[in-house]
């Protein structure tokens, strides 16, 4: 991995292998991912449903039900210990107190039979022993920080008085109770219109500057990722096919998946005619191919890319593509990539 | 220009008991002319569902009247009606998972609409379909399958055959791609594409994805709670908003571009959509309105057209004469 290392990741997960069995056979949800993230950063994970973006940070945080799921290899460094396989650091659980995680759907993360206040307020509890009263006055000035009005009254409601936005704001209060340095954001604005989730998008932001937490978005929204994103990972058929800075992925795209997404959502300049839909879908991962995994939908794919599986292969300085057109015997002038390539 | 689909005033209220009632949709005109794809944008709680549903008779309306070429429909709609009504306009659902019986067929889903207008023996039915699942990019063997065999975006396409089967002129798309992948959305949309262009279809396209809306339609319409608060072609819609709303939804929306992105200075509107219970007098986005005025309050401005004589009109006391308000009050 060719990540730019400025500064020691907070977070570095190495070659993540995630299986489910079922009856249908095993799924391979997340075949090696890689993909690290420092303080005061965001990571994007980017990918369409089923690709493993979300099993990804489900299982490192513990929240895959195993059985059917297993962790087949792989470890995530958290500050350097590896919490892959164990959750207890230093005394304490690791999940809701150095790492906080928010879900695409507050309405079904939250507990309904629970005051929004005391469920912030079990979290101090649990993590840092604070007594009930004192918890309690934490998750007032929680809810504050996350600009919910009337901060005191909101905490004695139940969840079902909220609206979408007001309980995805009390589910980040929760996951920032105990100062994570990670941040895990799952879809966090998918179900919100879009003038709720630039609210959402724009107090993320703003918490991350005031407390420099690493941020790992998972989303398949290509606009969420170029307004929040430093780093981007694209994740196909459980892999990571790019990474890189987020201008160099948006810029020059070296995967031949990334530039299909790129032509297949309207921007600001698309014209009538310009979108372009890739034909075809994701590969079966019961049985993953053993070549490249976009092999059967790929405009650019060559005779190796059907029995060779390719390796990461650096593009630029901290960008890099699982793609054999990045190889260095790869045919040179390709017609798509041509202009993208520097060496 | 001659409108395929006319909404004259159309309102939609429920009633929720003790006197509370829900202005869902509250008055809006709208005229579509032939082949033309108009987008209909909002929040969830704005009424634009509930609008195209009202429009092709799935709700009986309040008040107010839908004409389909000239003709008033009735206000609500028995089997009758349906059977009537169905082979001109039709619908195709956001959810592709509950909007199909998960105990019929494909092929049963898609050729009920034949079934039900009568006239046409099975095997004529039966051909019908097989062709329809071709032209929607599925194969003749699917149509003995069932619908959670299928994929998102392979049962959205069964969706759009069973709506396209009876040959409406019409069809209102409500939020078609909203449930589907990236890449499978720019599927859908080009076959619905396609589609159009070969049928000569009228849309009406509902959707909250303001950059694929502005993709789509030729003119786009902007709802907030319940009313129309701005309507013109697209592209003047989506890069000259005039209405506050219609500016602030336009510029919460992020594009993919991270450059643009990072420039962009925060136009986060404050607060959310109130609830539509009991809406009093005055404009419905005064209490968030960042351009406010007293006027606003007291007086519910209408859509009028700007005074540059294009076709943009725009319900908004910013651009009205102090006249035109002294007189409506």
């Not at chain 1, 907070?10 to 420092?38: I, M, N, P, Q, Y």
């Not at chain 1, 008085?161 to 100062?179: H, P, T, Y």
């Not at chain 1, 929204?221 to 948006?250: C, Q, S």
């Not at chain 2, 336009?250 to 571009?257: L, M, R, V």
């Amino acid at each position: 991995m060719t990540a730019d290392a400025k500064a020691a990741p907070v977070l570095d997960v190495r070659d993540l292998h995630v299986e489910f069995t079922t009856h249908g056979g095993v799924v391979k949800a997340v075949r090696g991912a890689s993909f690290s993230v420092a303080a005061g950063k965001t990571l994007a994970i980017v990918g369409e449903s089923g690709c493993g973006k979300s099993v990804s940070v489900q299982s490192i945080m513990g929240l895959i039900p195993m059985p059917p799921g297993r962790i087949t290899g792989g470890a995530a460094l958290l500050h350097g210990t590896d919490i892959v396989r164990r959750k207890i650091v230093d005394g304490d659980d690791v999940r809701g107190n150095r790492i906080g995680m928010i879900f695409q759907d507050p309405m079904s993360s939250l507990n309904p039979t629970m005051k929004i206040g005391d469920q912030i307020a079990e979290t101090l509890e649990v993590h840092r022993g604070y007594s009930r009263a004192k918890a309690r006055a934490r998750a007032v000035e929680l809810l504050t920080q996350v600009q919910i009005p009337e901060a005191e009254e909101r905490s004695q409601q139940y969840p079902f008085a909220f609206s979408g936005g007001m309980l995805q704001r009390a589910m980040i209060a929760m996951a920032i109770a105990c100062e994570p340095s990670v941040l895990i954001a799952d879809e966090p604005t998918t179900a919100l219109d879009v003038t709720i989730q630039a609210q959402i998008l724009d107090l993320l932001a703003e918490l991350q500057r005031k407390n420099g937490m690493a941020i790992v978005l998972i989303t398949h929204d290509l606009a969420v990722v170029a307004r929040m994103a430093d780093e981007v990972a694209v994740m196909y058929a459980g892999e990571i096919v790019e990474r890189g800075a987020v201008e160099d992925v948006f810029d020059q795209p070296a995967h031949p998946y990334t530039l299909g997404l790129r032509g297949a959502l309207p921007s600001r300049s698309t014209e009538r005619a310009g979108l372009n839909p890739i034909e075809g879908a994701p590969p079966d991962l019961f049985a993953p191919p053993t070549g490249c995994g976009y092999f059967a939908r790929c405009a650019h794919a060559m005779r190796v890319c059907e029995q060779h599986h390719p390796q990461q292969l650096p593009v630029a300085a901290g960008h890099a593509a699982r793609c054999w057109l990045h190889a260095p015997d790869a045919p040179r002038t390709h017609p798509a990539i041509q202009h993208r390539v520097r060496r | 220009m001659s409108a395929l689909v006319e909404t004259i005033e159309l309102t939609k209220h429920f009633a929720m008991g003790r006197g509370r009632t829900v202005h869902a949709v509250d008055g809006v005109s709208l005229a579509i002319a032939e082949r033309e794809v108009v987008g209909l944008v909002g929040e969830s709680g704005s009424g634009k569902s509930t609008f195209g549903r009202t429009l092709v008779g799935l709700h009986a309306k309040t008040a107010g009247e839908v004409r389909f070429a000239g003709e008033a429909l009735p206000s609500s709609y028995g089997p009758a009606d349906f059977r009537r009504h169905a082979a001109n306009m039709q619908m195709i659902f956001q959810d592709p998972y509950s909007s199909l019986n998960p105990r019929m067929t494909v092929g049963e889903i898609i050729g009920e609409g034949l079934r039900l207008a009568g006239g046409q023996g099975r095997a004529q039915i039966r051909a019908a379909v097989a062709d329809w699942l071709a032209r929607v990019g599925l194969e003749p063997q699917h149509a003995s399958r069932y619908p959670h065999e299928f994929s998102g975006g392979q049962r959205q396409r069964v969706g759009i055959a069973r709506a396209l089967i009876l040959k409406p002129r019409f069809v209102v798309c409500d939020e078609p791609i909203s449930a589907l992948d990236v890449s499978v959305q720019a599927q859908i949309v080009r076959l619905l594409g396609d589609l159009k262009a070969s049928l000569g279809l009228t849309l009406l396209f509902i959707a909250h994805d303001l950059s694929m809306v502005r993709y789509v339609s030729d003119r786009m319409a902007v709802m907030y709670l319940g009313s129309l608060v701005e309507i013109g072609t697209a592209d003047d819609v989506y890069f000259r908003p005039k209405h506050p709303y219609t500016e602030i939804l336009i510029g919460s929306n992020p594009e993919p571009n991270p450059r643009t992105e990072r420039r962009r200075v925060a136009v986060a509107v404050t607060g959310e959509i109130p609830s539509p219970v009991n809406i009093g007098a005055g404009c419905r986005f005064a209490s968030r309105c960042p351009k406010v005025m007293e006027v606003c309050r007291r007086v519910t401005p209408r859509l009028e057209p700007l005074a540059d004589g294009g076709a943009r009109r725009v319900a908004c006391h910013l651009y009205t004469s102090p006249a035109a308000i002294s007189g409506s009050t």
